[in-house]
């Protein structure tokens, strides 16, 4: 009883999203926002992620993050100690000039082997 209640759990969930940006020398720039940093900006539910653009205008600005094309992850768990987890991407196309982007992607929390790591010791 002691070890089921007093360890770490199976799984934490991911609270962070992290921005990612190519370079043209093919590296890429990696900008991690906590929570609290990114709500006005960015929302998801289970099937869409919405981006409002002003808000996300503010936050690219901020951290240096320009041009039409960049990813955000989002989402998912981590297990313990650093042992591996998932999370949901999408690739922003940010060329046109949409009050608020909704874009679908693929919730991986719910499919088959995500359920299994989760559950794994």
Same mark, same amino acid.
């Given at each position: ?40 900006? *960015?929302?998801?539910?289970? !099937?869409?992620?919405? #981006? ?8 690219? +600005? @901020?951290?240096? &993050? ?13 297990? *313990?100690?650093?042992?591996? !987890?998932?999370?949901? #991407? ?8 949409? +009050? @608020?982007?909704? &874009? ?18």
């Amino acid at each position: 009883m002691l070890i089921l209640y007093g360890s770490y759990p199976r799984y934490m969930p991911v609270r962070e999203i992290a921005l990612y940006q190519e370079q043209g020398s093919g590296e890429a720039q990696t900008i991690f926002l906590e929570p609290g940093s990114f709500e006005q900006a *960015l929302s998801w539910d289970e !099937g869409y992620i919405y #981006i409002r653009r002003a808000s996300m205008d503010r936050l690219l +600005e @901020e951290h240096g &993050i320009g041009g039409e094309r960049f990813w955000i992850s989002f989402g998912g768990y981590r297990k *313990l100690p650093s042992m591996g !987890g998932s999370s949901s #991407i999408v690739n922003v196309d940010y060329r046109g000039q949409e +009050e @608020e982007l909704r &874009i679908p992607y693929w919730n991986n929390e719910s499919d088959f082997w995500s359920a299994l790591l989760k559950q794994m010791p």
